[in-house]
């Protein structure tokens, strides 16, 4: 109705207030795809709709204000809000893998990749959407003109679509550790000391599936002080500061000149050093050591 040359107030006023909800109604989807609360951001970025919602009506019988003003207003606010979800909602995903790597010992960045690729259609998107609005629907009022904008944005939201259907993240435990009031007074020091003790006397870095849920529980504290000690004192995520072990325990291994073969050597590098795969063994281990497991065992024993 509103692309067509049938005057019709019910389909002018739907899609003014539709085409405003699309980008903040993508924003919460996104929220809910890495598992953040909705907050008030997308409350703010329906403002726009409802405006236009109460708005429109005024304009059209109680002449507050004539209509190309009003749809002036209409493609700013489209604008403000595909900017808006844009840059925030990078920020968002950069915030999730950070708080990932903070709570994982293993990389889970990979569990975001999804994202990324959904964030830079989710750009193609907004880009088109803001080239359409501008040229306005007088543009399309042609039926094979019209099928442009039609399939382009269709193909565009089915696989914004597709993409979040396809990604998973995992399901966090609450951190219901309070700290005791032991744990208000003790330092940053020496919560590090203690740290570092606990997971080296206890091995924790061999756990593959180890969290900083698990470790705080050990310590009797919690994610926030354990993640902050650790990002002080070493400048690295939880994430990283676990690698750092495991590397440093497969290296011990692969350096064992008792294995007869280098296949038996690697293979008990992967299975004992806590690592969750194969893949991510081996490129963790040349992350922190430049090196192959191959390259840095034969640089180790000399056997070729």
């Known amino acids: 109705m509103f692309f067509s040359d049938v005057e019709s107030v019910a389909g002018e006023w739907s899609y003014a207030v539709v085409n405003l909800c699309v980008?903040?109604?993508?924003?919460?989807?996104?929220?809910?795809?890495?598992?953040?609360?909705?907050?008030?951001?997308?409350?703010?970025?329906?403002?726009?709709?409802?405006?236009?919602?109460?708005?429109?009506?005024?304009?059209?019988?109680?002449?507050?204000?004539?209509h190309d003003s009003l749809s002036l207003i209409c493609r700013m606010c489209f604008a403000v809000q595909v900017v808006w979800v844009l840059v925030r909602g990078y920020q968002l995903v950069h915030t999730t893998i950070r708080h990932m790597d903070n709570t994982y010992s293993d990389d889970r960045s990979y569990l975001?990749?999804?994202?990324?690729?959904?964030?830079?259609?989710?750009?193609?998107?907004?880009?088109?959407?803001?080239?359409?609005?501008?040229?306005?629907r007088e543009y399309f009022t042609h039926d094979t003109i019209l099928l442009v904008p039609a399939v382009v944005m269709s193909v565009l939201l089915f696989g914004l679509g597709f993409i979040a259907a396809h990604t998973t993240l995992p399901a966090e435990a609450a951190d219901d550790s309070s700290p005791t009031a032991a744990n208000e007074e003790e330092s940053p020091d020496e919560l590090?000391?203690?740290?570092?003790?606990?997971?080296?006397?206890?091995?924790?870095?061999?756990?593959?599936?180890?969290?900083?849920?698990?470790?705080?529980?050990?310590?009797?504290?919690?994610?926030?002080?354990?993640?902050?000690?650790?990002?002080r004192t070493y400048g690295v995520s939880f994430s990283?500061?676990?690698?750092?072990?495991?590397?440093?325990?497969?290296?011990?291994?692969l350096g064992d000149t008792r294995?007869?073969?280098d296949k038996a050597a690697v293979a008990d590098a992967i299975a004992l050093s806590g690592f969750a795969s194969e893949q991510t063994f081996y490129r963790v281990f040349k992350q922190h050591t430049s090196l192959t497991p191959l390259a840095f065992r034969k640089a180790q024993t000399g056997i070729n």
């Open 259 to 261: 294995y007869t073969t």
């Open 192 to 231: 590090i000391r203690r740290i570092d003790a606990t997971m080296r006397e206890q091995m924790l870095y061999k756990r593959p599936g180890l969290t900083i849920y698990d470790l705080a529980k050990l310590l009797n504290s919690n994610r926030t002080y354990i993640s902050s000690a650790i990002n």
């Open 112 to 136: 975001l990749r999804p994202v990324h690729l959904w964030l830079i259609l989710f750009a193609v998107t907004a880009a088109v959407s803001m080239v359409l609005n501008f040229f306005g």
């Open 240 to 253: 990283h500061y676990v690698a750092r072990q495991r590397v440093e325990y497969a290296k011990m291994i």
């Open 23 to 66: 980008y903040p109604l993508y924003y919460a989807y996104l929220r809910a795809l890495v598992r953040a609360p909705v907050g008030g951001e997308v409350p703010v970025l329906l403002v726009p709709p409802v405006a236009v919602a109460i708005l429109y009506p005024l304009c059209r019988w109680g002449g507050v204000m004539d």
